[in-house]
């Protein structure tokens, strides 16, 4: 989870020499380099792409600005329909030609699987209409009650473009693609199968139609306890936060689709040996079998010490062997 990020002291002083965040997303070489970074230091088998979830609403004309202290943050939030009606729907291969131009450079110097991301509807939808980050996230969950119908359509045409842009990104060099729904736990279960799950299913759909055999991932972040129903909609793997108790989700999932998690990212803080006790709990929480990614619950703290990492690391390859069959 972030495996590129403001742990590594190389990515900060890749962060300097760029000027920006934005800037570091939307140049290539930039971004190319930040996904490496971790792959110079661990042994990792996997690469995911060095980008911003909030690039797909920027492309579709909404301004986005990156604040030191806050964060990302929209010029001018959604407010009604007609400023809906005016977002695009943009060619990904035009509009995110950056993202499409990383994934080909990185494809040719990458020995490991390629993950491509996107945001999903409703966390997108989430940051569109409250302008930036929250606590609560008041704008959307309010208007789900009041117009409902408002936030179907924004929904709507966000999945639309959501699945092209992952289409894209395939058709640039990712191989496998992952859906971030950060804001799932912001909704009861039968709203989140109503303005989440039922768009997921959509795009997950359209993907398996236009890229066939392309796995899917989806972490849904608070949605403890609606695994079996993410996996329903498509996905070959269902990525949980460190809240939800492994062997119960492995239970619900019966099989349908693999698991990925789900260490809290504050085990890292921990002494060596604490970690690696952390490592084996986590291990045997989903127990003897295949169908299980190691992953954090949620992404790196910036202050971590990239050599907690590297224990962490180690202590899955060395650990996992008496879980998982090869």
Not at 4 to 11: F, I, K, Q, S, V
Not at 49 to 74: H, K, Q, T
Not at 199 to 228: F, M, N, Q, T
Request: with cysteine; hydrophobic share 45%; net charge neutral.
């Amino acid at each position: 989870m972030r495996q590129a990020g403001r742990y590594l002291p190389e990515y900060r002083r890749l962060r300097a020499e760029a000027g920006s965040f934005q800037r570091m997303y939307k140049v290539p070489d930039y971004a190319c380099e930040a996904t490496l970074q971790p792959l110079r230091r661990y042994p990792l088998d996997a690469a995911i792409l060095f980008s911003d979830i909030l690039a797909v609403p920027e492309a579709m004309g909404m301004e986005l600005n990156f604040l030191e202290g806050r964060g990302p943050v929209f010029a001018a939030p959604l407010r009604d329909s007609a400023e809906l009606r005016a977002l695009v729907e943009p060619e990904p291969e035009e509009a995110l030609d950056f993202v499409m131009q990383a994934l080909s450079l990185l494809r040719a110097e990458l020995g490991v699987p390629l993950i491509g991301f996107a945001g999903t509807p409703w966390t997108l939808a989430c940051y569109m209409l409250q302008g930036a980050g929250s606590q609560d996230f008041q704008r959307p969950r309010t208007l789900l009650y009041a117009q409902a119908e408002v936030l179907h359509a924004l929904l709507e045409r966000l999945s639309r473009v959501v699945a092209a842009c992952l289409a894209a990104q395939a058709r640039a060099g990712a191989e496998v693609l992952m859906l971030f729904d950060s804001c799932a736990g912001w909704l009861s279960p039968d709203h989140y199968r109503e303005f989440a799950l039922s768009y997921l299913a959509r795009i997950c759909r359209s993907l398996k139609d236009c890229c066939p055999g392309i796995p899917l991932i989806v972490y849904a972040r608070g949605s403890r306890g609606l695994e079996a129903d993410i996996a329903a909609c498509g996905v070959d793997a269902v990525g949980v936060d460190w809240t939800s108790p492994l062997a119960a989700a492995r239970r619900r999932l019966a099989g349908c689709a693999a698991l990925q998690g789900n260490l809290d990212p504050c085990a890292l803080f921990g002494s060596a040996q604490n970690i690696r006790v952390a490592v084996e709990a986590t291990l045997a929480d989903y127990g003897p079998g295949t169908g299980h990614v190691f992953n954090l619950g949620h992404g790196i703290h910036r202050d971590t010490d990239p050599g907690k990492l590297a224990v962490m690391i180690d202590s899955v390859h060395q650990l996992s062997r008496s879980y998982h069959s090869r």
